[in-house]
Nanobody, 113 residues
Framework: QVQLVESGGGLVQAGGSLRLSCAAS????????MAWYRQAPGKQRELVAQ???????NYADSVKGRFTISRDNAKNTVYLQMNSLKPEDTAVYYC???????WGKGILVTVSS
């Protein structure tokens, strides 16, 4: 019954911002680590950001200083704030219960140059 539902994607110009949300159900959210992955055309899926249940975060080098992962345990929701977006950030972004094999369906982020 585990479900992860992403929202907040779309089209944005380079330098702009988006905030992705992932609403989780079917898990005890507050004890799980969460993560955001992304997959660009022709590339492997990569880990973008991770948040432990204790709030410790980890980021890919390519997004450090621009992206922020956060969570609201009361709402069972994890967020990815994306600032200073670049065309190379264009990808389908996936919410994940880290490190398990539970995934959202993915949401497209397109950054125009």
């Amino acid at each position: 019954q585990v479900q992860l539902v992403e929202s907040g994607g779309g089209l944005v110009q380079a330098g702009g911002s988006l905030r992705l949300s992932c609403a989780a159900s079917g898990i005890i959210f507050k004890i799980n680590a969460m993560a955001w992955y992304r997959q660009a055309p022709g590339k492997q899926r990569e880990l973008v950001a991770q948040s432990t249940s204790g709030g410790i975060t980890n980021y890919a080098d390519s997004v450090k200083g621009r992206f922020t992962i956060s969570r609201d345990n009361a709402k069972n929701t994890v967020y990815l704030q994306m600032n200073s977006l670049k065309p190379e950030d264009t990808a389908v972004y996936y919410c994940n219960i880290f490190p398990m094999d539970y995934w959202g369906k993915g949401i497209l982020v397109t950054v125009s140059s």
